[in-house]
Each structure stands twice: as structure tokens, then as C-alpha cells.
């Protein structure tokens, strides 16, 4: 269908577009610059155009997160692919899959409609702790990471623990301290081409990183715990390295509160699907007082960030006067502008997710966009009623929300990965040999997720 | 003649072990390695534990008249049980623990269009569980975790050499993990059961107890471990078995139905509260042993869908309700079951009851059963995992695909439900 969007403010930062009144025409699900007829035109005069979300640390299929629903914590997988529409959202992106995991997060991902999904491969460094350690076994460390990312069809590659560290007193001599870990890694980064989505934590923070850029630090506002751990956040920021916020609501859920609530992904420390919470001040007072373009938005954790409260996270960085009442006088008075939300929300995803053709309206991007029905005048205040959900959503072409309304609920959605057509050697079939499953049940078959779209 | 090798997964239990290499020559089966005897009866016609049985294998559909089974056509055996179903007042489905994830989800859109209630045959083992968690939390731990960290391993009303045979030798007791490479020899095993079984065999520890001394024990093992212990404790072991305890430093209590054939929620949520506890201090985690091949994916569907894993009930004005307590037969006038011999479980007076009311039953089964023996209408079903492709959630939850191996006329259960619903 050819469709054509009239009239709208469109804020696009790859285009430098902030707020320019400009059409936009769809072929397919393409944009393209012209159109031989239209089958459809959309008003959207007064409206804001921007391109779809992408949520960078959507946990939405982690393993075990599920068990939630034992406290009404998580909404159900149709659920939760309306709020995303809703949100003017079509892409999540799950952080945790790890090697046996990764059918269970794939199926998860599969079950969620409407909006695309990807995930992140948790390496478990213990799996190639002494060949780290070696400058002569890179290579082949790096074609096994090529290789499981293809295997278990990841996007990309997320450390959570940046060292190696044994419950057993005997296999102590193989530790790895993070500061040597992060040397081996960036070498490993330089040497095979790799890129590491690193859970940020204060010691990773602490420690010089000798390549910033070989890596993404993730939920980086959860690790600055206290003022001095500001300036490294900036300064990681400042060196070319990106980040993303990681906002978190402080408190513990009353029903949970106190009980253990983990899940033991084969690392060092379990999952902790139930973590204390923070004062989001101090990703607030990071997100306001870095003015570059490196940050991402994204949510610290699953269990009180449902997507639900995106729009509340969003008032605080756009409108001072909706900041936390703790905040007020302590948080730099700087406000985003649209254009800012937009960069940190859909065109900086994109961008380190690699999804060359979204969080843009450039031609030839894949036509990904939300119309918010927020008014050219609408004080700050009111951004708030404007920009939680979006008046028209579009998919590859696809209308999927109109006027509010959900439209077409079985809109096609794919599940993207990395195609790295990498083979992996002995030290594939070291790791391997541990598991309880044959490889060819480790690795993700068709049946359990998708439709896929592999990426080169 | 051409002999052809495949390796695929076994559904004789939540194990789902997939390291079984079968023999395939002209479209049969010839010879099947690394398999259990409780497995075997997944790809023979022949008894569980008992080879030399035979299974009579269902192939054509039947429907019961004037007392007698006669075969009917496809079409007529599924316009009989649409009628069945669609004109009960409360229809009940049961079973599903011993269907694929595919057939799982058919049954949950049958459910909501019958407005039936959905009721898994181990409801009365893992509602408790459930519950146990909510009031306690949790520490989930794959198998693969398990096999690589657990040194101490509890058996609690469990006996996985009837339920579950190669979880010993894979995941729990004899398994070379990463960090446990020696095994058992490493692993401390205990075991809690009212019997002295084979587990006595490896266990270190086996506590035998009497019919309702569970609480006691639990009781004892609490005091002990808080160091307020009586001198004389009221059921013998709890202060070793305390000791056992304190000494993991990644430990897990695979419970069976033993924990809750009585007191159940009692049980699991003393258990529970045992684990978070020493949870506190080490790792422990609390883990059911569930002996049908996708009991867990029935819950997760459960979870997923509902958040809830409880039976359905889409019977109610207003709503669905979720119950933690198995079904009361006597409600129902119409039943549906698949994946499971609910008259095998049954107990005489509420079978009889079912019997003297002439509540039908529809049943959807590979082999002839008890159940098939009541039912009004059977319908066959293909194999999951031999003659049809499905997918099974092993024990811990982690989704594995089946393959298709062998060619059959008969329908998967999956399909049978979609025809269902179109015909309902």
C-alpha cells in the first residue's frame, strides 16, 4: 500500500529534521521521496512524526521472568506487545539469553505480538577464562563468540559480569580480576571486530577502559550509587563510549518485598529478578548534565518498569517541574527537548543495535513511525498527555494503531539476530561437552521463535 | 535394507533426555540406545517398566453405543464429542502434562470457547509448589546449573528411578558437571521418604519417616538449624539431616508427589520456607520433580497467559478464576481428557460416581487405557515426538523442539482440538 502522511512536525535527528513541517511517503514498507499513486493519505497536520521505538533493555522474556505473574508483576505476553503499540513502540530488545537459555527467550520473544524483537547473548566468561588470558588464542575466542551469537541467533553480545570469578575454592587459580578481564576484552573487541553491551556496575566505572568505544555500557545510571561516580560515568561518555540510562523506581514491590526472588544463569552471581531499587536521581542527574549524543534512554528492570511507565520517566527528563520532589533543586535544571527524546529513544537504538534502516525517516528506512497527537503551543506540562500514546502507529507500512485504537493486531513481526556465519571450533566443542543437551538441542531451530531476519 | 540413525528426545519424562540414538528401518522403529525402560514405552506398544506388556495401540476412532465401542469415521467421532462438549453445561478438560506445548495451547482456546474449566492432571503436586513460592520466593536454577554446582541434593518424597530414571545419571546424582567433575563422588545425596527405596543405595542420608511425620521432621530440622532443638526430637533424623543441610554450599530439594499425597500446601510451604532459609546463607533451591514429559509446559503457558499457574475456570459470569484445589468431578457433565489416564488416578468412589451419572467422556489417546475403557468418544492421536512434531518443556522449563521421525495417518491431539473448536 502506498500511503502518504501529511502535515506533520516531523523530529528526526538523523535528518536534522526538528519539528519541520514536511510529508512523508510510503511505498510498501519503505519510505521512499515519491510516489507514482497514493492509496492512502494520513492527516497528521499539528501532530508529531517521529520514528517507531525501539527499547534497548526491554527484560521481557528473560528465563524465569515469568514466575512474576505469582505476584501480578508482569503482564501477559499479548499484553505487553499492546503496550509497546500503544507506546508507539515496534522494536524490544531482550537483554539475558544466554547459551541454554536462548530457545526459552526466543519462544518468549515469538509470543509477543505486534512489535519486533531481538536479544542479547550473555558470554559466560568461565566458558573461556584461560584463553583470555592469551594473546595467541584470540582469534579463535572470538569466531566462538561469532559462532554462539549465530548458533542461539543473537543480536548482539552482553557481559553481566566482566570478570571470572568459581563458587569452588579449587578452580581459584583461574580467576580473572574485571581490570584484566577488560584488557582481554578489548583486545578481543579491537582484534575480531566484536562490540560488548556491558551491564555497567561502580568498579567497571572505577577502572580505566582502554578502548570506551569497544564497548556499550548498559543501565549505567543504576551504577553511579553515589556522587563521585558521576565524572567517570561523563567522562565514559565524553571518551566516544555510549551508555543507556537503566532508570529504575526506588523500593522494593510490597508483595515481594524480602523474599528471594533469582535465577542462576550459570554465572558467578544469580539474576535478581526482585533488586532493591535505587533513587532514580542519580540516572536523572546523568541523563541531564550529559549533553552529548552517546545515552540512550532504556529501564533498569522488569518488575516495577513496565512499559506502563515509560511516559513518567519521560516527563522527568523533558519537564523539571514533574521531576522527583527529592530532586528538585539538586538536578541540573536542563529539560530535553523532543528532539532530544527522540535522538535517545529511537535514533541512538538503532544505531547500537545496528538496525541500519530504523530510528530514522530518511529514504529507503523502513516505514517505522508514530504520530503522537501532541499540539505545536502544548506547554511542557502537557507533553506528558501528548507523547504516552501515540494517536497512529506504523509498521513496515502497516497501520497498526489509529486513532488510539488498535487496528490490526496481527501485524507480522520478525525476530532479528546477528548472521556472523562464523564455525566454531574446539573451543565450541570445549564448551559443549559440559552441557546436558546435544548441540544441535542447544542451538535455536526455526520452530522456537521467529519469523527470523538474520542481519550481515 | 537401509538403516537409518537419528538422535532424538525422549518423552517418557520431564527429563526430555536427548542424547537417544534410534535405528530407523522402513519407516520403523529397529532399535532405540541410551533409553530408559520408562521411555522405551514411548517408542514400543508395551507397558511402562514392564517390556514384556503390550500396549494396545489405538487407530481408529470409536464412539460407545448401546455399551459396546464401535469404530466411527474421523467426522463423526469429532461431530459426536463437538456435541458432547458444546452441549455440556460445565465441561470439564483434564489432563494436557503428557501433551506437547502445540496441543497445550489448542486446549486453552477450547477451554475459553466451552467456557470450561482447564485442569492439569498434577494440579494437586504443583499447586502447592506454586503457592509455596508466592509466600517464599524463589532461586531457579536450570539443570544445566545443577549438574555443574550442586553439591549437596535432597530427595524429598521422591523416588526418580520410578518417576524420572535418568535424572540421576544426567542432571542430579551421577552426572559429571562443570565444577562436580568427579559426580556422585563429590555430591552429598540425601533422601526423605516414607520407604526404604533403591535411593538407599547412594544416599548418605535416608531419613525414613512415618505417614504424617513430614511437618515434624521439618519442624525439627528448623529447630536444629536455629539451634533451639529439643533434646529428644520428635521424629528421628531431623538433627542429622539439619546437619546435612548446613553444609551445601549449592544445594536443591527435588520434591516428588510424595511431599503432597498429604498436607500438601502444608508440606511444600514448610519446604519453601526451609529453602529461602538456608537460602539465606547458601544456594538452595527448591525444585519439583515432575514425571510427566511437559507438565512444566502447561504451567508456563499458564503464566504466560493467565499469570496464574492454577487451574482455569472460564465458567464464571465476570471472569476466569484460577483454583490451587484439584477439580471436585461431581460439578461437571461433560469431560474432555487428553494427555492422561485420569481414570487410572482416579479414586473408586468418584470413577463410580462419573460412571453412575453417565457423565461423558471424550478421550484423546495414542494407547487404550482406563480411560478410553469409560470414554464415549476416542479419538487417536499420533505420537508427540515420533509421529508428529511438537515442543516440550523439560523439567526446568527450558522449551525443546520434537521432531517428526516416523509417517502416520492418525491426526496430532492439536489438530484434533483445532477441529474441535471449528466445530463447537
Known sequence: ?456 | MQVEQQSIICTGCGCLCDDLDVKLAQGQIQEVANVCLWGLSRFFPIKRLHPQKERHRLLEPLWRRNGRLRQVSYTQALELAAAILGQARRPLIYGLTNTGSWAQEAALQLARKLKARLEPADLAFKAPYYQSLRRHGFYWAPLEVIRDEADTVLFWGANPLHSCPRHLVRYSVFARGRFMERGVEERQVAAVDLYRTEMAKFCRLLVQIEPRQELDLLKGVEAHLSGSAAAKPAVKGARKLAKFLSQAEFGVIFFGRGATSRQGFAVLDTLGGLAARLGEKQTWALFPLSGDFNSQGLYHLLLNELGVPEAPDFGHEGGVLTAAQPVDFGEFDAILVLGADLFWFLPEDQASDLQKRQVPVVCLSPFANRTTDCSRVVLPTALAGLETAEVAYRMDGLPLVLKKLLPTALPADRDILLDLIQAV
Not at chain 1, 539476530?417 to 566443542?429: C, D, I, K, S
Request: net charge neutral.
Open chain 1, 1 to 456: 500500500m502506498n500511503l502518504k502522511i501529511t502535515g506533520g512536525r516531523v523530529y528526526d535527528p538523523a535528518q536534522g529534521l526538528d519539528g519541520a513541517e514536511r510529508d512523508l511517503l510510503i511505498q510498501g514498507d519503505r519510505i521512499v521521496s515519491s510516489l507514482e499513486k497514493t492509496d492512502r493519505v494520513i492527516e497528521a497536520a499539528g501532530r508529531v512524526v517521529v520514528p517507531g521505538g525501539i527499547d534497548l533493555r526491554g527484560q521481557v522474556a528473560t528465563y524465569g521472568l515469568n514466575f512474576l505473574g505469582l505476584w501480578n508483576h508482569f503482564p501477559s505476553l499479548q499484553e505487553l506487545g499492546r503496550l509497546y503499540a500503544a507506546a508507539g513502540y515496534t522494536h524490544v530488545h531482550e537483554p539475558f539469553l544466554t547459551m541454554y537459555t536462548a530457545g526459552y527467550v526466543h519462544r518468549q520473544l515469538a509470543a509477543i505480538p505486534l512489535v519486533d524483537t531481538s536479544a542479547s547473548l550473555v558470554l559466560n566468561l568461565r566458558d573461556m577464562d584461560n584463553r583470555l588470558k592469551s594473546l595467541e588464542q584470540m582469534e579463535e575466542v572470538g569466531q566462538t563468540i561469532k559462532s554462539l551469537q549465530e548458533k542461539t541467533r543473537a543480536l548482539d553480545l552482553r557481559l553481566l559480569e566482566p570478570f571470572v570469578r568459581y563458587r569452588q575454592a579449587f578452580y581459584s587459580h583461574r580467576t580473572l580480576e574485571t581490570a584484566r578481564t577488560l584488557e582481554g576484552l578489548t583486545r578481543l573487541a579491537l582484534d575480531c571486530n566484536l562490540r560488548f553491551t556491558l551491564e555497567a556496575n561502580p568498579e567497571v566505572l572505577e577502572l580505566p577502559l582502554p578502548e570506551p568505544r569497544a564497548f556499550h555500557l548498559a543501565a549505567l545510571g543504576r551504577a553511579v550509587t553515589d556522587d563521585r561516580l558521576l565524572e567517570p560515568a561523563l567522562a565514559r561518555l565524553e571518551e566516544g563510549g555510549t551508555a543507556d540510562l537503566g532508570f529504575e523506581l526506588p523500593g522494593a514491590s510490597a508483595a515481594m518485598a524480602g523474599k528471594p526472588v533469582k535465577v542462576d544463569l550459570g554465572g558467578h552471581y544469580p539474576l535478581d529478578l526482585n533488586p532493591g531499587g535505587q533513587e532514580p536521581l542519580a540516572a536523572l542527574r546523568l541523563a541531564l548534565a550529559y549533553q552529548g549524543p552517546n545515552l540512550a534512554f532504556s529501564l533498569g528492570g522488569p518488575v516495577r518498569n513496565p512499559v506502563a511507565e515509560f511516559p513518567r520517566y519521560f516527563s522527568w527528563l523533558w519537564d523539571r517541574k514533574a521531576r522527583p520532589p527529592a530532586g528538585q533543586g539538586q538536578l541540573p535544571p536542563r529539560e530535553f527537548s523532543l528532539w532530544d527524546w527522540v535522538w535517545a529513544t529511537r535514533t541512538l537504538p538503532a544505531k547500537i543495535l545496528g538496525l541500519a534502516d530504523r530510528g530514522h525517516l530518511q529514504n529507503g528506512a523502513r516505514a517505522d513511525m508514530a504520530i503522537f497527537d501532541l499540539p505545536p503551543d502544548a506547554p511542557r506540562r502537557r507533553w506528558i498527555n501528548g507523547l504516552s500514546r501515540c494517536h497512529t502507529l506504523i509498521k513496515a507500512g502497516v497501520v497498526v494503531v489509529e486513532n488510539f485504537e488498535l487496528v490490526a493486531p496481527e501485524t507480522p513481526k520478525a525476530t532479528y539476530y546477528r548472521r556472523t556465519g562464523a564455525e566454531g571450533g574446539p573451543l565450541l566443542a570445549e564448551i559443549c561437552q559440559y552441557r546436558s543437551l546435544r548441540p544441535e538441542n542447544l542451538w535455536v531451530p526455526d520452530e522456537l521463535g521467529g519469523p527470523w531476519v538474520g542481519l550481515d
